[in-house]
């Protein structure tokens, strides 16, 4: 169970936009005081801001490019373990780059790798410590369907790879981190077309999966606040197929 000291502050990052904004928004209404990063330049906090106005919790939005130097990336968040040391931690922060192998540009390696596992390390090396501290901590990352197996997909070849390298990062910190209270965990998203669509629209929808319709942020929402339950301390190291009865990721033509 969470100790009576630990508050309900869960981080989202990438939380203005997309997936991690309705993660925010689910959390606000489960009474978690959330704070989202956002990349500057990007999608801005204040439509997030704007739909937390009546949830009656603390909100509160950072600036963060995970893409920039390490040390200035370190530099924002120690920023915000200052301000604030979440015990729940959902790291939405994932760019995706769909391209063939032979189109990829030395720029697109360092954004798929810093993208998506440097910003896992980084974040993981920022705010563990405070988790570990209270015997008491919720990981929660974003991988890709089929990562966990290094199933190929075209065009996904270093969206994959740095994946694939994100769940065994997990999976090894949920090892290393479990009798300190901290449980760790991947979600897998799969056919959700829309990032904002509701779960009833969703179902008005055909796919090509078992369930025969696309996912929603409600779906993979729930995941998420099974995972941070305090009676999940049970569950870590797992990894998470959101998508339907999907089997793998999707074939693409670029």
């Known amino acids: 169970m969470r100790p009576s000291f630990i508050s309900r502050v869960a981080l989202v990052t990438g939380g203005a936009a ?40 603390t909100a509160r939005a950072h600036a ?10 370190s530099k924002k968040l120690d920023e915000i373990t200052r ?14 780059i769909v391209r063939r192998f032979e189109r990829t540009m030395p720029e697109d390696y360092d ?20 988790m570990r501290a209270r015997k008491f901590g919720r990981m929660v990352f974003f991988g890709m369907s089929g990562s966990n197996v290094t199933m190929p ?30 449980t760790v965990h991947v979600i897998q998203p799969g056919d959700i077309r829309d990032k904002y669509r509701s779960r009833d629209d969703a179902r008005k929808q055909p796919a090509e999966n078992a369930v025969g319709r696309p996912g929603s942020w409600e779906d993979v929402a729930d995941v ?3 995972l941070i339950r305090e009676e999940s301390d049970y569950l870590t190291g797992t990894v998470i197929d959101v998508g339907g009865g999907l089997t793998g990721p999707y074939e693409r033509k670029n």
């Open 224 to 226: 998420v606040r099974f």
């Open 153 to 182: 997909a075209r065009g996904l070849s270093l969206y994959a790879a740095a994946k694939s390298g994100l769940v065994a990062f997990a999976r090894t910190l949920a090892l290393e981190e479990g009798r300190n209270g901290v």
């Open 83 to 96: 301000e604030s040391s979440p015990d729940v931690l959902v790291h939405g922060v994932g760019p995706m």
């Open 18 to 57: 997309g997936l991690p904004r309705g993660i925010v928004i689910a959390l606000a209404r489960d009474r978690y005081d959330v704070h989202f990063t956002f990349r500057p330049g990007g999608t801005g906090p204040e439509a997030t801001l704007s739909a937390l106005e009546t949830e009656g919790v």
């Open 111 to 130: 954004a798929m790798i810093d993208g998506n596992l440097r910003s896992a390390v980084q974040i993981s090396e920022a705010f563990l410590p405070g």
């Open 64 to 73: 963060v490019d995970f893409l920039a130097k390490p040390a200035e990336v």
